[in-house]
């Protein structure tokens, strides 16, 4: 129930205004957002990479509207990746992309030319892509595009939400030699004819899905930070004979830091998912859907505020 208001309220715009006007919501939105200019990412960059973590960035932003959004949006990651490379911040650190803020709602072949674009300068720069996934509606397109994509720029990750019934199937199709595929629970608010809706069923999706993925020949990366899961992944790791270079675990920044720096000091592969950007409403209304207890850090930082 509560998920869902603040779901719906990450969508609107007048809600949007009183959480970014509110004094408290600095402090908030520092917790899991890594800043708003490119060298906010930079830091956080460097900063996770030598204690030992991988790094995936993402430019905060979507459901763009106008062909010079996109464009500029393109540029920020073609500049991105220029400074991790300058940086010498790859392959620890590669981008996530979301089509949606290139263009895929009104143009899905701009969309595409601005995700190669975007592709090829990250493996100038010596690193790769993965395309977050949004909500349902755009599956067939991203996925459609990826394909394309990875015709040239085979490494170029993918991302499937356990919470689609269609998933399982999904999985069977990505786990093939070479293909990245993100593992997630799913983030938005989606119908019941295309989602399971019971969080106990979600779970047992994302352990179905997990067992296609590491029983595969792929690359999984099981990003979750359900105890749970992360548990069962790690037996399933031992039970397939995957040695930490064949999969890896990733979590959000600013989440479970001591789960990550646990599971990277066991000799896994972790990479955390560094936002950053202006656009951080959306993002951050997502995170609080999560868990309650973060509604609850919202709540206490608004207290000590007044
Ligand atoms: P969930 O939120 O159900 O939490 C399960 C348990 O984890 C909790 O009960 C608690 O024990 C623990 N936990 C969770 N948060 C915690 C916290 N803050 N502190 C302590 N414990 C905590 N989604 C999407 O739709 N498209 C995408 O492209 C991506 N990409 C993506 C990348 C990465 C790297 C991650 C980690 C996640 C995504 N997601 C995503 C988001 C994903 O779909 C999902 O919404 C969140 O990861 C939350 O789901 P969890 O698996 O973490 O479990």
């Given at each position: 129930m509560l998920r869902s208001v603040i779901l719906a309220a990450s969508r609107s715009s007048r809600v949007e205004r009183l959480v970014e006007t509110a004094p408290f919501t600095r402090d908030v939105v520092r917790r899991f957002v890594a800043g708003t200019a490119t060298d906010d990412a930079l830091r956080a960059t460097q900063e996770l990479v030598t204690n030992g973590l991988?790094?995936?960035?993402?430019?905060?932003?979507?459901?763009?509207?106008?062909?010079?959004?996109?464009?500029?949006?393109?540029?920020?990651?073609?500049?991105?990746?220029?400074?991790?490379?300058?940086?010498?911040?790859?392959?620890?650190?590669?981008?996530?992309?979301?089509?949606?803020?290139i263009g895929q709602k009104f143009d899905e072949k701009f969309a595409y030319d601005n995700a190669r674009a975007i592709c090829?300068?990250?493996?100038?720069?010596?690193?790769?892509?993965?395309?977050?996934?949004?909500?349902?509606?755009?599956?067939?397109?991203?996925?459609?595009?990826?394909?394309?994509?990875?015709?040239?720029?085979?490494?170029?990750?993918?991302?499937?939400?356990?919470?689609?019934?269609?998933?399982?199937?999904?999985?069977?199709?990505?786990?093939?030699?070479?293909?990245?595929?993100?593992?997630?629970?799913?983030?938005?608010?989606?119908?019941?004819?295309?989602?399971?809706?019971?969080?106990?069923?979600?779970?047992?999706?994302?352990?179905?899905?997990?067992?296609?993925?590491?029983?595969?020949?792929?690359?999984?990366?099981?990003?979750?930070?359900?105890?749970?899961?992360?548990a069962i992944a790690e037996d399933r790791a031992r039970w397939f004979d995957r040695s930490p270079d064949t999969f890896e675990f990733q979590l959000l920044y600013g989440i479970r830091p001591e789960e990550q720096a646990r599971l990277s000091a066991d000799g896994y592969t972790v990479r955390v998912y560094v936002p950053y950007g202006d656009e951080w409403y959306g993002y951050l209304m997502r995170r609080l859907a999560e868990r309650p207890a973060n509604m609850a850090f919202f709540a206490r930082a608004l207290v000590s505020k007044k």
């Open positions: 991988s790094v995936t960035l993402d430019h905060l932003g979507e459901d763009t509207v106008t062909a010079e959004q996109a464009v500029a949006v393109r540029d920020e990651y073609l500049a991105l990746l220029a400074a991790l490379s300058a940086g010498e911040l790859t392959p620890a650190a590669e981008v996530s992309l979301k089509l949606s803020a090829a300068a990250a493996s100038e720069a010596g690193t790769t892509v993965t395309l977050d996934m949004e909500d349902h509606t755009t599956t067939d397109s991203t996925l459609e595009i990826l394909a394309q994509l990875r015709a040239d720029f085979p490494t170029t990750g993918a991302v499937l939400q356990a919470y689609l019934r269609r998933t399982e199937s999904d999985c069977r199709e990505l786990a093939s030699a070479g293909s990245r595929v993100r593992l997630c629970k799913g983030a938005y608010r989606e119908p019941e004819s295309v989602a399971y809706q019971a969080a106990n069923d979600v779970d047992k999706s994302y352990v179905r899905c997990m067992n296609i993925l590491m029983s595969g020949e792929g690359y999984p990366m099981l990003a979750t930070h359900d105890p749970r899961l992360i």
